[in-house]
């Protein structure tokens, strides 16, 4: 079996600059990845990229993805990884495909939408019940519908839903919006955007298609008409796989200033490590990070 110099999990933001700077550094690599551009290609409106004014999630994907292309970087997408373990000096990856033998890994799976788990959201999912407002927004133009959360990640599609949806409603579990102070203007000007706080959401009901949302505030019931609802409460990280390096309560992976983890040869990177903050720009730089670290250690080994 080829052993290789690096394997990369994951192609969101903190992948793909991972894979960028190993062909820069004549690593021989591979990325492991489900999809490209991972919660960048959910995102509506970016303002806060460095070196773009303006540009959309997907626009950006694009670019990260045209990047890494550039080097030849070698990416075997859909394919999930199921499981890691070391195995003397190696790391052994298995995935739902194949199984992998590499001296270093990177693992920059990044996070996947929560569920309110109430009765009706998987009943309706993908029928009015969606987790992704920049994939599926345009689906429900003309159409009313809510947005449950109150962070940025709501906030992001209720500015994205208010410009072809009549009405949007906002149910927000707190007692405020929590979201950047710049999106909560926004949504607060908006004439079409109502906001419901300290409500909490419990059911979610319809016919072959959602028709309404029943949401609880201060013990009375209330049923709101809609045919979409964005659930934007925050994400989980894609760490299933990883059960050998430690992770912290939410389970992200644990890492230092240099992004290794607690077993050696095994670094991290982006949004499912416990690195403090969730933003496109930083997850790059940690992906930058974790690859010159792991070429540190390939550099300082013997094999």
């Not at 495909?97 to 270093?104: C, D």
């Not at 009765?119 to 449950?148: H, M, Q, S």
């Not at 940690?286 to 013997?302: D, I, M, N, P, V």
Request: proline share 3%.
């Amino acid at each position: 079996m080829k052993i290789y110099d690096l394997i990369i999990i994951g192609a969101g933001p903190a992948g793909i600059t991972a894979a960028v700077y190993a062909a820069r550094k004549k690593i021989d690599f591979m990325v492991l990845s489900n999809d490209i551009g991972g919660q960048t290609a959910w995102s509506g409106d970016i303002e806060n990229y460095t070196g773009y004014q303006f540009i959309t999630g997907p626009e950006l994907t694009l670019k990260f993805e045209e990047h890494m292309k550039s080097f030849s970087a070698p990416l075997n997408t859909p394919e999930a990884a199921s499981e890691i373990k070391k195995e003397g000096k190696f790391i052994k990856i298995i995935t739902n495909k194949n199984e992998y033998i590499s001296k270093t890994l990177i693992i920059a799976s990044g996070k996947r939408p929560r569920m309110l788990n109430i009765t009706g959201e998987k009943e309706f999912k993908n029928r009015g019940v969606t987790y992704c407002a920049t994939c599926d927004g345009p689906l429900f133009k003309e159409k009313n519908v809510a947005v449950i959360g109150g962070g940025n990640s709501a906030l992001d599609a209720a500015l994205q839903l208010m410009k072809f949806c009549p009405k949007v409603y906002i149910v927000n579990v707190a007692p405020q919006l929590t979201g950047d102070p710049i999106m909560i203007e926004k949504i607060e000007a908006a004439a079409n955007v109502e906001i419901w706080n300290s409500s909490k959401m419990k059911e979610i009901s319809g016919e072959k298609f959602v028709r309404s949302i029943s949401l609880e505030k201060e013990n009375k019931i209330y049923t709101l008409n809609v045919e979409g609802v964005f659930i934007e409460i925050g994400l989980v990280p894609n760490s299933d796989f990883d059960r050998i390096t430690g992770h912290n309560e939410l389970g992200e992976v644990i890492i230092d200033s240099r992004n290794s983890t607690n077993i050696e040869g095994i670094f991290a990177a982006g949004d499912v490590t416990n690195v403090l903050e969730k933003q496109i720009i930083i997850a790059c730089g940690e992906g930058s990070k974790a690859c010159l670290s792991a070429f540190r250690y390939l550099s300082t080994h013997k094999w």
